[in-house]
């Protein structure tokens, strides 16, 4: 790991090196690829949805034995889950430095959380969602743009991330689109206080990600992904795949069998009785507006994701992408990753500042 060569208002709020956040993406970021990130100075974040109770335990367990004892990471979290409080609870337990929430988490939870030490960062789509979370006390929050491969709608990073910047005064981290120093560089110029990567970090020898499955990614070029509402009923980005063009051209009846065999293969892997299920489904109705075919197709969609991302069966499975997979042609480490990534911006930025004219800053 490269020493620190840039500060910023979240380095200091999380302890970590560099202003470089590996997002949580379910079967994806598990304890090898965080705790490799934070190992190279990132902050790296477990990906728990796809995980029940007694998993995201052990994986908290193991990336703790995995790193220098201290090491901040974190873990991302459904807000809306049933069982939230209990998982907050683990991560208070063993001393986990950040949660990250894909949905904003309640008022109380937030503080629950900031009582015991640890640094609330929700992801949000939106400046009214910054300024929300903001107020019932978040330290930090992740913006993505739509380049990225998560439901976050089509204004892009260049676009969203000013408005978010512009309505809270709170460490912003930029995600959608980056991939190297340059990125980062441009992050920071706008005020953001670090930037985060998903499919840069799922293109690394550090990804347990199948080696078939990575190769297969960087085959694709920057038309190679498709926002599809047919996968989970939310626009979700995924490469373009013959299953994934095939799910496109096919008729909702169509679809109802295969989603219900695998919504009862989720239930199956994941533990939970139909009232969990149900109780979920309507959390998730009540957040997000979905409909009830909208939260038949999000129940089967993990192990959608499974079969393509731990199994390697891209058959059966779909491969969620940031647009950003065109630009990548290579699987460095995380150390290796981040010390570029860190090291090009560095450089990018002192050379930027000799465009300013001596003596009037």
Known sequence: MIEQLIRTP??????????????GMGW????????????AGGLGILASATMTFEELEKAIVEVKGRIPEGTPFGVNLRADAGDAVDR???????????????LAPKPELIAQLKEHGIV??????????????ASWGADAVMVQGGEGGGHTGPVPTTLLLPTVLDAVDIPVIAAGGFFDGRGLAAALSYGAAGVGMG?????????????????????YDLTGTVVTAKVDGMPHRMLRTDLVSEIEETSAVKRLGPTMKRTLEFKRDSGMSWGRLLSDGRAMKKTQ??????????ANTPTMLKAGLVEGDTSAGVL?????????????SCE?????VVTRAAAELTRARGYVVEGLL
């Open 28 to 39: 994806v970021s598990g304890p090898r690829l965080v705790s490799a990130t934070a190992k």
């Open 88 to 102: 907050c609870r683990l991560l208070i337990d063993y001393g986990v430095k950040v949660a990250s929430f894909a």
């Open 120 to 133: 609330v960062m929700p992801s949000i789509g939106a400046a009214k969602h910054a300024k929300k979370v």
């Open 10 to 23: 979240f380095t200091d709020l999380v302890g970590v090196p560099h202003p470089v956040v590996q997002t």
């Open 320 to 332: 969620a992408s940031g647009q950003v997979v065109g630009l990548i042609d290579d699987l460095p």
């Open 289 to 298: 507006g979905r409909t009830l075919g909208q939260m038949a197709l999000a």
């Open 199 to 219: 499919t840069r970090f799922l293109l690394t020898s550090d990804s347990a990600v199948p080696q078939a499955v990575k190769e297969l990614y960087l085959g």
């Open 336 to 340: 290796e990753l981040i010390d570029r």
